[in-house]
């Protein structure tokens, strides 16, 4: 089966996430997701209404295993090419595409739209992998640190002071790597403290001012040493995890949603020891497509999604708890 579609263009960047969006219909949500854009100048002051009325004339809503929308504009209400995503709060009905009439209830809910660079104050957040929120670190020890990528802004969680004292805050913004080769799939693996393997992909948040395809490429270098190329978005997953209690040391909840690009190893390139690994990574290995249910995959949800045949794979595979 083919799973590592190429193409000579540039990914699609992925620049606004906005997480359980309240929308009152199936207008809403695309009107809020346009509202940031317009405020960026990153589309005509006619894009608001234009994908509304092509949703009128061309239902977007797929009924796919996780329902997903994909209301869009025209071209000429687009300055800057973008992919804007949207997850909602509670199920919203689209009209079906090609269904005469049939409806979808939507929660996550994509625009083709426009760049837009978040500008709210950034804090380091806890490094990616099965080890994700635990207390130090090669990230934090190197002073910099992961950081946030998504805006507050209108329908997203800002950052405020929760029940307890807690710190909310907007979920980071990360990106990983889909790289397959002959039936398998590259993956980091760890090692965690009585011994058990554990594999996730490649990859770990972006930086402010970094665009995603300059995140993955940094990414892979640190976490397999290879360079690679970067080509489609191939899914998007959500991790979310509550505060609990790793190894005596309290983990904070950690909230990720991550776009999954296809890419592929450079020319001459092969993974190996990368410049600056994960906490607990032990290297790489090959995984079997048809055999990852032997192996402790981080989301499964992941596993069970690279294992469907790849005409019935959803974009979206909804939020994965930790």
Not at 24 to 30: C, E, G, M, Q, S
């Amino acid at each position: 089966m083919s799973t590592d579609p190429r193409t000579p263009r540039a990914p699609l960047a992925l620049s606004l996430v906005l997480a359980r969006l309240e929308a009152a219909d199936a207008a809403d949500a695309p009107r809020t997701l346009a509202g940031h854009l317009l405020d960026d100048g990153a589309v005509t002051d006619a894009f608001p209404e234009a994908p509304q009325a092509r949703e009128r004339r061309y239902p977007t809503g797929l009924p796919t295993p996780i329902p997903t929308a994909i209301p869009h504009a025209d071209p000429e209400h687009v300055l800057v090419p973008g992919l804007a995503l949207a997850t909602l709060a509670r199920p919203v009905a689209f009209g079906e595409m090609g269904a005469g009439g049939g409806e979808v209830p939507v929660q996550p809910a994509g625009h083709a739209a426009a760049d837009r660079r978040a500008r709210s104050p950034r804090r380091p957040a806890a490094p990616d992998g099965p080890a994700a929120g635990r207390a130090g670190g090669r990230r934090a020890a190197r002073g910099r640190g992961r950081r946030d990528s998504a805006g507050t802004g209108r329908g997203a969680a800002g950052a405020c002071r929760g029940r307890g004292g807690d710190r909310m805050r907007s979920p980071r913004l990360g990106v990983k790597a889909l790289i397959v080769r002959e039936g398998q799939v590259l993956m980091n693996r760890y090692l965690e403290p009585d011994g058990r393997e554990v594999f996730a992909l490649p990859g770990g948040g972006q930086e402010h001012g970094e665009d995603q395809t300059a995140a993955m490429v940094r990414e892979c270098r640190e976490e397999i040493g290879a360079e690679v190329e970067v080509h489609q978005p191939a899914c998007l997953f959500e991790i979310m995890m509550d505060r609990r209690m790793v190894d005596g040391s309290p983990i904070p909840p950690f909230h990720q949603v991550n776009i999954a690009y296809w890419c592929g190893l450079a020319e001459g390139e092969e993974p190996g020891e990368g410049t600056e690994p994960d906490p607990g990574q032990a290297g790489t290995a090959w995984l079997a497509l048809d055999r990852l249910g032997e192996h402790v995959v981080h989301p499964p949800e992941l596993a069970r999604w690279l294992e469907q045949d790849p005409g019935s794979r959803p974009f979206s595979l909804g939020v994965c708890r930790g």
